[in-house]
């Protein structure tokens, strides 16, 4: 029996970006990022975003269609970004795929953007993962979560308290002339420096901390921990500056994960989202998963940042599980909580 064809949007932030998946298969990728336009103004500008998000949408779903080596008609369902992410942007995807929905008369799933992120695992490897602890870092988004269904049973076990791993990336990239966006600029400079250079602090990782939140994180103390350094030491070494403060977020994202994964006894941890493609935070996450004998899954790194792919990944799942589409007109939810996997 053939599986179903599913494509999926994804507008949540400056990705234009297009998937069509059959079953577990990918078949076409497509992304149209307006990163550029936003390089300038050391981060993105949401009307900007919108903007790109027209002119790029019917050129990335005809492109993809082509990769994909099939027409509209043999598409079985549509996916999209409902939320959480920049309302304008959100909206230019859900009323594209509302249109596409309708014209095709094809089912319409509007879904998490979160639940994506972890979801595009299910590309990758054949065995289900369910339950699985999720470690999902992201530019806007730091959080631990329990698994037990993708497509319909996540408990966020914790999240940021204030800024996002990715977030922080950027904000010591500006500080150190490396650019936007800063994930990829500081995990490059940091190949030539030390990561035990500068002993930067570990958020919330005291004796009381882990008694009354174990699973929460903080990195604005580490941020200004650094500005500080950068201040004091007008002969830093850019390259340990760099290597020392992304061990020190890597250091605490591995150990509220795997502390999570102890404590609830799944052995399974997924990292998603854009900072999951940080080499260092790959490299180290395998050796600490060995030893400890949790089994390890990070997607490919091109699938890590916003893509389409995790989008119809997830509708496709949704789709072969039962789950009902979505019914009637619905509105993007910029702070839609991961909880809730679909409208």
Same mark, same amino acid.
């Given at each position: 029996?053939?599986?179903?064809?599913?494509?999926?949007?994804?507008?949540?932030?400056?990705?234009?970006?297009?998937?069509?998946?059959?079953?577990?298969t990918l078949l076409a990728n497509v992304i149209a990022s307006s990163v550029?336009?936003?390089?300038?103004?050391?981060?993105?500008?949401?009307?900007?975003?919108?903007?790109?998000?027209?002119?790029?949408?019917?050129?990335?779903?005809?492109?993809?269609?082509?990769?994909?080596?099939?027409?509209?008609?043999?598409?079985?369902?549509?996916?999209?970004?409902?939320?959480?992410?920049?309302?304008?942007?959100?909206?230019?995807?859900?009323?594209?795929?509302?249109?596409?929905?309708?014209?095709?008369?094809?089912?319409?799933?509007?879904?998490?953007?979160?639940?994506?992120?972890?979801?595009?695992?299910?590309?990758?490897?054949?065995?289900?993962?369910?339950?699985?602890?999720?470690?999902?870092?992201?530019?806007?988004?730091?959080?631990?979560?329990?698994?037990?269904?993708?497509?319909?049973?996540?408990?966020?076990?914790?999240?940021?308290?204030?800024?996002?791993?990715?977030?922080?990336?950027?904000?010591?990239?500006?500080?150190?002339?490396?650019?936007?966006?800063?994930?990829?600029?500081?995990?490059?400079?940091?190949?030539?420096?030390?990561?035990?250079?500068?002993?930067?602090?570990?958020?919330?990782?005291?004796?009381?901390?882990?008694?009354?939140?174990?699973?929460?994180?903080?990195?604005?103390?580490?941020?200004?921990?650094?500005?500080?350094?950068?201040?004091?030491?007008?002969?830093?070494?850019?390259?340990?500056?760099?290597?020392?403060?992304?061990?020190?977020?890597?250091?605490?994202?591995?150990?509220?994960?795997? !502390? +999570?994964?102890?404590? #609830?006894?799944?052995?399974?941890? %997924?990292? &998603?989202? *854009?900072?999951?493609?940080? $080499?260092?935070? =790959?490299?180290?996450?395998?050796?600490?998963?060995?030893?400890?004998?949790?089994?390890?899954?990070?997607? !490919? +790194?091109?699938?890590? #940042?916003?893509?389409?792919?995790? %989008?119809? &990944?997830? *509708?496709?799942?949704?789709? $072969?599980?039962? =789950?009902?589409?979505?019914?009637?007109?619905?509105?993007?939810?910029?702070?839609?909580?991961?909880?809730?996997?679909?409208?």
């Amino acid at each position: 029996m053939m599986q179903p064809i599913v494509l999926g949007i994804e507008t949540s932030c400056d990705e234009t970006a297009i998937g069509i998946v059959r079953g577990r298969t990918l078949l076409a990728n497509v992304i149209a990022s307006s990163v550029e336009e936003h390089a300038r103004f050391g981060g993105v500008v949401p009307e900007i975003a919108s903007r790109a998000h027209l002119e790029a949408m019917l050129p990335s779903i005809q492109r993809a269609v082509t990769d994909a080596k099939i027409s509209l008609k043999d598409i079985d369902a549509i996916a999209v970004t409902a939320g959480p992410g920049l309302v304008g942007a959100l909206l230019v995807g859900v009323a594209s795929a509302s249109g596409l929905a309708q014209g095709l008369g094809r089912p319409l799933y509007g879904v998490n953007h979160l639940a994506a992120h972890v979801s595009v695992e299910y590309l990758t490897h054949d065995k289900p993962t369910d339950p699985t602890i999720a470690l999902l870092v992201s530019g806007g988004h730091s959080s631990l979560l329990q698994v037990d269904d993708i497509t319909g049973s996540i408990t966020k076990l914790g999240a940021t308290m204030d800024d996002a791993a990715g977030e922080a990336f950027d904000k010591i990239a500006r500080l150190l002339a490396l650019g936007f966006p800063g994930g990829p600029a500081i995990d490059r400079e940091a190949q030539g420096g030390s990561p035990t250079a500068i002993d930067f602090p570990r958020g919330l990782t005291t004796s009381q901390d882990w008694q009354s939140r174990p699973y929460e994180f903080s990195f604005s103390g580490l941020k200004t921990a650094v500005a500080r350094y950068l201040e004091n030491t007008p002969r830093f070494v850019r390259a340990d500056v760099a290597a020392s403060f992304q061990e020190a977020v890597v250091d605490v994202l591995l150990l509220k994960a795997l !502390a +999570a994964c102890k404590s #609830t006894g799944i052995n399974s941890l %997924v990292i &998603a989202g *854009g900072v999951a493609a940080n $080499s260092r935070l =790959r490299a180290v996450a395998a050796d600490r998963c060995e030893k400890a004998g949790v089994q390890l899954r990070i997607p !490919a +790194a091109g699938l890590c #940042t916003d893509n389409g792919a995790m %989008v119809a &990944a997830l *509708g496709s799942l949704m789709l $072969s599980s039962g =789950r009902p589409a979505t019914h009637g007109a619905f509105d993007a939810d910029s702070s839609l909580k991961v909880e809730q996997v679909n409208l």
